[in-house]
């Protein structure tokens, strides 16, 4: 199992950018996927994710209106996109697959429910 996070970058205040998260030796068809991401000196923060079975998003209130998060099965890469950018969402964010399969209830926002992990994709916001 491997996700390759993707797609980090510097914009200003305002800008626009967009992850990948690319899946490899899995499909994402089966699994929930979340994004997280880790500020400097902060604790790492549940963003966003996609539940499989229930064909539902979620979004943390600080990026609601702002970010989305979409599939493309047929890359078998999951998307978060982000605009409207601002200072504070400066940090490196993850992806990340659900421990279970067709979780049922919808995706979780718990770290630990995740069990494989991209290696981090760098976004600055300056203003």
């Known amino acids: 199992v491997q996700l390759q996070a993707s797609g980090g970058g510097s914009v200003q205040v305002g800008g626009s950018l967009r992850l990948s998260c690319a899946a490899s030796?899995?499909?994402?068809?089966?699994?929930?996927i979340g994004w997280f991401r880790q500020a400097p000196g902060k604790e790492r923060e549940w963003v966003s994710c996609?539940?499989?079975?229930?064909?539902?998003?979620d979004y943390t209130d600080s990026v609601k209106g702002r970010f989305t998060i979409s599939r493309d099965d047929a890359e078998n890469t999951v998307y978060l996109q982000m605009d409207s950018l601002k200072p504070e969402d400066t940090a490196v964010y993850y992806c990340?697959?659900?421990?279970?399969?067709?979780?049922?209830?919808?995706?979780?926002?718990?770290?630990?429910?995740?069990?494989?992990w991209g290696q981090g994709t760098l976004v600055t916001v300056s203003s």
């Open positions: 030796k899995f499909t994402l068809d089966y699994y929930d």
């Open positions: 996609s539940s499989r079975r229930h064909s539902r998003t």
């Open positions: 990340a697959r659900d421990r279970q399969r067709l979780r049922v209830g919808g995706c979780p926002r718990g770290g630990a429910l995740y069990a494989y």
